[in-house]
Nanobody
Framework: QEQLVESGGGLVQAGGSLRLSCAASGRTFSRYAMGWFRQAPGKEREPVAAIRWNGGSTFYADSVRGRFTISRDNANNTVNLRMNSLKPEDTAVYYC????????????????RGQGTQVTVSS
């Protein structure tokens, strides 16, 4: 059974950094676009970043561009999100997603989605 499992979330002070990881299993996602989206309480889902299957193209929301970096390791079926200079408004549950077709910014519509990991940034 295909599964995406996020890890690396937690509590961090504003200005700090976190690295989220998403481990894919059940199939090879090396030919799949992968991405991250987030949802804060009472707010709509928001795209964060996405990466083409070969890593050749990356996409970022304006709110995170220059602070977040998405990368992937197809040999290990993982995708990572390095988050620097975190702000309280980055607080949300972060979800990993994968799909055979890269769609931006609607990462939440990808066919495979994880359960999410909480990121809390204190001021």
């Amino acid at each position: 059974q295909e599964q995406l499992v996020e890890s690396g979330g937690g509590l961090v002070q504003a200005g700090g950094s976190l690295r989220l990881s998403c481990a894919a299993s059940g199939r090879t996602f090396s030919r799949y676009a992968m991405g991250w989206f987030r949802q804060a309480p009472g707010k709509e889902r928001e795209p964060v970043a996405a990466i083409r299957w070969n890593g050749g193209s990356t996409f970022y929301a304006d709110s995170v561009r220059g602070r977040f970096t998405i990368s992937r390791d197809n040999a290990n079926n993982t995708v990572n999100l390095r988050m620097n200079s975190l702000k309280p408004e980055d607080t949300a549950v972060y979800y990993c997603a994968a799909d055979a077709i890269l769609r931006w910014p609607a990462v939440w519509e990808y066919g495979y989605r994880g359960q999410g990991t909480q990121v809390t940034v204190s001021s």
